[in-house]
């Protein structure tokens, strides 16, 4: 959440600083702003609400913009109201300091009015405000510049991620890290830093990841010269890594009206991707490079844990049944977001294996889930993670790839089947290892062919865009779907609140007569029943009859012939019939993702932005 963008180099850092934004955009889109030295070492600032297509406009308009040092800002409002005033970069009373922040400083009152006392005047309401008057507070302590910098940050309580730069030290980018990211690229002649270091350009060939408590100062003269330190001062020697590995934001729609509408159409593409060289169809086994370095640790732990928030817990969810029902492995499941120390069962943590999964690799509930873990047991912690590179995938032992592919619109649908592809191969190489195969040729034989199957649920777009144009006047939601079909639910409910703003609700089928069928309206409630012909289906065509007799409107998304399906239900979406009940997930999730997606179309929403959300969760 808020995206954090730094240049340092020679020509047009506002410029950069605009095309890095951009592609960070999808970290929160509040308001934008940045704050620039220029060819007189004065501070130059400009802010806007919205966009950052509306910020560069802004800029596009200031004659003679070549500054060579800048930093730059997107927001997504944590403390303080959506408007100028409370955008990023905040100043210090001297306006000759200007910090962007990303994160959360638990501990800002306290410091603000201690920073009032003595005699500091605020601006904003954010949290971040107090860092510059920290600075500021220390320099007129008479310390030097970087000891000010160090002690202002030692100073917060929370998650930060800061860049700062000084009329008084015109040639110096100051950064520093502490539980929401922040990498540094370095080009020649020229240094970038940025929340998220995919958003940098080709010619950044090196990274630095700065780590929790570590801060940095960049200087560019005839080198560049970068100094790491530790919050207590200390030095550290600083490894650049290679930049190859780490995907790139790409921000062409290509034919596509939205992102998440191309997203839904990469997945056949991508799970192929997901599959390319870690299945043995011959030998029928899994291929993880990824734990095979630490196979001999994983064959110890008896327990197989996941942690995840979101779609990545639904995602988590169908894999905790994978475990249980398709590999009989002792399993359990931890929603990241509502974890804490009462969770904690040191036995079971001992001797657990734990899976944290996570798109980003930087979702702040997850991240303190790690942390939890790993200091009260010694579970065996492993990544599924789509981002390379990202603080999740750097902190856990071992781990696999989702290779999703980068994903911009902030509801999660590539990624989603990406994570449940990871998870169950991930599992079944457990299994294997442990003498827990996953049974039946199906499996094996069907994932040979899932990517076609995915692109044929993909083919029911036209009828679904259809079908939801009548639903746009409905108020509410329900998805509804037993086994593997209720994490399902949760996540059609999920994309559907997010994107259409419309309340939906997931639930497991058979609950409905504990309670949910009560609100069965014809008016303004719409029921999406999702199921496969498995041996319960009997029982989900009773559920769907009482419905249909307390008059309410149904959607059968099932693969089912249309003949077993009752007729006074109001649509019918097929998804393929496959053999294998795990791979089912796959080809009905689409249907769910293009229904929320015609459905907030119709309803003309900002579908790859939605509004209040960011893709990237950095903030508890
Ligand atoms: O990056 P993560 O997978 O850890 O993110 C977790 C959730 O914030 C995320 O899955 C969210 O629920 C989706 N963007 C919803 O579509």
Not at 101 to 118: A, D, P, S, Y
Request: charged fraction near 20%; proline fraction near 3%; include cysteine.
């Amino acid at each position: 959440m808020c995206g954090i963008f730094a240049y340092l180099g020679s020509v047009k850092a506002s410029a950069k600083i605009i095309a890095g934004l951009q592609k960070l955009e999808y970290r929160g889109y509040d308001s934008a702003g940045i704050a620039m030295i220029d060819s007189q070492g004065k501070l130059q600032l400009a802010k806007s609400v919205g966009y950052v297509s509306k910020l560069k406009k802004i800029l596009e308009s200031r004659k003679n913009a070549n500054y060579r040092l800048a930093i730059g800002h997107t927001r997504w409002a944590t403390h303080g109201q959506v408007n100028r005033r409370n955008a990023h970069p905040h100043l210090d009373c001297s306006r000759q300091i200007a910090v962007v922040h990303n994160g959360v400083i638990e501990n800002f009152q306290e410091l603000k009015t201690q920073l009032i006392r003595q005699g500091h005047r605020f601006r904003s309401s954010t949290d971040s405000e107090v860092i510059g008057h920290l600075i500021e507070e220390f320099l007129n302590q008479g310390l030097p510049f970087a000891a000010a910098f160090r002690r202002a940050l030692q100073s917060l309580v929370g998650a930060w991620a800061v860049a700062t730069i000084s009329s008084r030290r015109p040639n110096t980018l100051w950064l520093g890290r502490f539980s929401s990211p922040l990498a540094i690229g370095l080009a020649d002649k020229e240094v970038y830093a940025s929340s998220d270091a995919r958003a940098f350009p080709g010619k950044v060939k090196k990274i630095i990841f700065l780590e929790d408590g570590q801060l940095a100062k960049i200087n560019l003269g005839q080198k560049q010269k970068i100094a790491v330190f530790n919050l207590d001062g200390r030095r550290i020697k600083h490894q650049p890594i290679g930049k190859k590995s780490i995907g790139k934001i790409n921000l062409s729609r290509g034919k596509f009206d939205h992102f998440m509408l191309k997203e839904i159409f990469e997945q056949p593409a991508a799970i192929a991707r997901a599959l390319s060289g870690r299945v043995d169809f011959k030998k029928r086994s899994i291929v993880l490079g990824g734990l095979e370095t630490i196979k001999g640790e994983i064959k110890k732990k008896k327990f197989l844990g996941l942690v995840a928030c979101g779609t990545s817990y639904h995602a988590a969810m169908i894999g905790r049944l994978f475990a249980s029902g398709g590999l009989g492995m002792p399993s359990w499941l931890a929603n990241s977001s509502d974890y804490g120390p009462l969770d904690i069962d040191a036995y079971t943590l001992g001797r657990s294996s734990v899976f944290y999964v996570s798109q980003s690799g930087e979702t702040a509930d997850t991240l303190a889930g790690l942390k939890l873990i790993e200091k009260h047991s010694k579970a065996l912690n492993l990544g599924i993670v789509n981002v390379v590179g990202s603080s999740l995938a750097r902190r856990v032992k071992a781990g696999v790839y989702t290779r999703a592919g980068v994903e911009i619109g902030v509801a999660a649908s590539k990624t989603f089947l990406n994570q449940i592809m990871a998870i169950i191969l991930a599992e079944a190489y457990i299994g294997q290892l442990q003498r827990h195969p996953i049974s039946g040729r199906s499996f094996f034989s069907g994932l040979k062919t899932l990517d076609k199957k995915i692109a044929v649920s993909l083919k029911k777009s036209p009828a679904i865009r259809k079908m939801t144009r009548r639903l746009t006047n409905v108020d509410s939601f329900m998805f509804l779907g037993r086994h593997l079909a209720y994490p399902l639910a949760l996540e059609g409910a999920l994309k559907l609140k997010e994107i259409a703003y419309k309340f939906s609700y997931g639930s497991p089928l058979g609950e409905l007569k504990h309670g949910p069928l009560a609100l069965v309206d014809r008016n303004n409630v719409a029921v999406i029943t999702i199921f496969r012909k498995d041996p319960d289906w009997r029982k989900s065509i009773s559920n769907i009859q009482e419905i249909i007799a307390r008059k309410g409107r149904v959607i059968v998304v099932s693969d089912l012939d249309r003949r077993e399906i009752p007729a006074q239900v109001e649509s019918a979406i097929s998804f393929p019939r496959l053999n294998s009940l795990w791979l089912a997930p796959f080809v009905a999730a689409p249907i769910l993702q293009l229904f929320a997606y015609h459905l907030a179309n119709h309803l003309g929403r900002e579908i790859d932005k939605p509004r209040y959300l960011a893709k990237s969760v950095t903030v508890i």
